[in-house]
């Protein structure tokens, strides 16, 4: 492309002089088309919402918990925060959450399961420690079987993060893979479980955390009791502190 | 053509209910079903509850069933990524007993209901 004059720029610092010159361009046949397309648009996102919120309503109320619960009550425990979800093993959160800010989601690694969730959501809390920023994160069981020393890392180094544990006491996404496969060569389906169930011993997470020094809550089995935990866990992470609480939680 | 389409979709689909629907599901112990639902794993996508799971992992099972035959096909011959449970690992019994324990499950809140969902 032919260029007059090359400058180099800055994203963050352009686009929204950009953002303004774009609107102040447009002409009022093109600014009551696009009118007509946000109203389309806006009508979609809430069905949308209507639809996510009735699919997490099923299961409401299962022991072990359901992810949609685990996902809801803690948006409930830091809505009226600055929050950044740095990692999480749920998509509920993109589903149901409203989140407006730049900073609210920080994506993923592309390669879940192996280890990146908890170091990643340590990192990004040390990033915004000094911003103000709430950083959670939900935590895949067998993730956080990875890398787990990060968790002394963030009580040595005094780093704010909300880890909620997903524990479905598996490597959750091989069993299912293994389900499949077992269907493909014609093995037991419960063959699947073999190598990829994380029980007997189940693991303690929050025994786990107390013995890095980070304060824990759990293993917690009664849905209800959720958000009372992750409320004194918002608190310690409000001072400053790293906090996890341990889900029993669904499959997915 | 997309009404023509739409139209024989949904004659397609009454038809099926019709065929399916007509012969009621043969006894079943509910007990032993959630047992079997357990032993082999049906809760890693639909749920303990069969309630469904994040991802689109597995859809919902209960409450809203399919018709008996309609679920026998599915779990023997499925579509989609389910994997099929043959006759020799999952006998006719224990199949008709899963379809027991999922036929009493019990409807879950509605969603305007739950405070924690009214954001």
Known sequence: MPVDLPISGDAQATLPALTEAVKNAITLTRRAALADRTAKLREDHRRMKDRARSEASQGWDASPCSTARMSATLYNTIKNEKWCVAASGVQWNRNLWPATEYYNFIGSSGGSGVGYSAPAAVGAALANRDKGIITVSIEGDGDLMYANGVLWTAAHHKIPLLMMVHNNRAYHQEVMHLQKMAGLHNRRMDTAAIGTTIDNPNIDYAKLAQSMGVWSEGPITNPAAIGPALSRALAVVKRGEPALVDVVSQGR | ?119
């Open chain 2, 1 to 119: 053509m997309r009404i023509h389409k739409l139209v024989l979709a949904g004659l397609l689909a009454a038809t099926a209910s019709a065929v399916f629907a007509q012969d009621p599901p043969p006894p079943g112990s509910a007990d032993r079903g959630q047992q079997a639902y357990m032993k082999y794993m049906c809760y890693t996508c639909h749920g303990t509850l069969a309630q469904g799971a994040d991802r689109g992992t597995g859809p919902k099972l209960a409450p809203g069933m399919l018709p008996y035959a309609a679920f026998v096909l599915q779990v023997r011959t499925p579509r989609l990524d389910m994997p099929p449970y043959r006759q020799q690992f999952l006998s006719d019994q224990e199949l008709t007993d899963i379809y027991a324990y999922l036929s009493l499950t019990k409807p879950s809140p509605a969603a305007k209901e739950i405070p924690l969902l009214d954001f």
